[in-house]
T-cell receptor, first 114, second 112 residues
């Protein structure tokens, strides 16, 4: 079965640079979620989108922005990167925001900021 | 906001042993999932279990929503079971968001 696809899997950036992560949800899933997991931490919710509109927002820095496109894929843009942004970034998708249901996670994108 | 606590924080088992992991949550929930994060960082869905009991091979889970806890049972543990086990819940207030709040995890090490 198709899963959530994230790219790139690994990314190394310098401080103050910009990074973009991409997420392709499971086919027919219209809701996408972004999570950040720092070293030794549990995943923290950043932001979610339903039908290309932002549906919820968590502890996402102002330097970060995200959007969902017409094909339901999503991109997380991170600017002015800081050392503390080094983390594993997960994308998840679910069938519909209207129905409480299971979230399926991608394999994550590991960002290292030097 | 809702608090999600997992116990024990760490657990070391000999291969073949059984274990029970617990997840307590402080408020009503719409959704509860158990995940296994393997040493490569992948989050693997184990159970979607807002209530009741489910079994999948050597793993089973029970959620008692009215008492605000869930249990994950691992039987005949194997070294490949090592990793971090997370419980994650969707709060029952604020409408349907499907947003999951993760617990602090249980780090499991299974020794041969």
């Amino acid at each position: 079965a198709a899963g959530v696809i994230q790219s790139p899997r690994h990314l190394i950036k310098e401080k103050r640079e910009t990074a973009t992560l991409k997420c392709y949800p499971i086919p027919r899933h219209d809701t996408v979620y972004w999570y950040q997991q720092g070293p030794g931490q549990d995943p923290q919710f950043l932001i979610s989108f339903y039908e290309k509109m932002q549906s919820d927002k968590g502890s996402i820095p102002d330097r970060f922005s995200a959007q969902q496109f017409s094909d339901y894929h999503s991109e997380l843009n991170m600017s002015s990167l800081e050392l503390g942004d080094s983390a594993l970034y997960f994308c998840a998708s679910s069938p519909s925001l209207e129905n409480t249901g299971e979230l399926f996670f991608g394999e994550g994108s590991r960002l290292t900021v030097l | 906001g809702i608090q999600v606590e997992q116990s024990p924080p760490d657990l070391i088992l000999q291969e073949g042993a059984n274990s029970t992991l617990r997840c307590n949550f402080s408020d009503s929930v719409n959704n509860l999932q158990w995940f296994h994060q393997n040493p490569w960082g992948q989050l693997i869905n184990l159970f979607y279990i807002p209530s009741g009991t489910k079994q999948n091979g050597r793993l089973s889970a029970t959620t008692v929503a009215t008492e605000r806890y869930s249990l994950l049972y691992i039987s005949s543990s194997q070294t490949t079971d090592s990793g971090v086990y997370f419980c994650a819940v969707e709060p029952g207030y604020g409408g349907a968001t499907n947003k999951l709040i993760f617990g602090t995890g249980t780090l499991l090490a299974v020794q041969p």
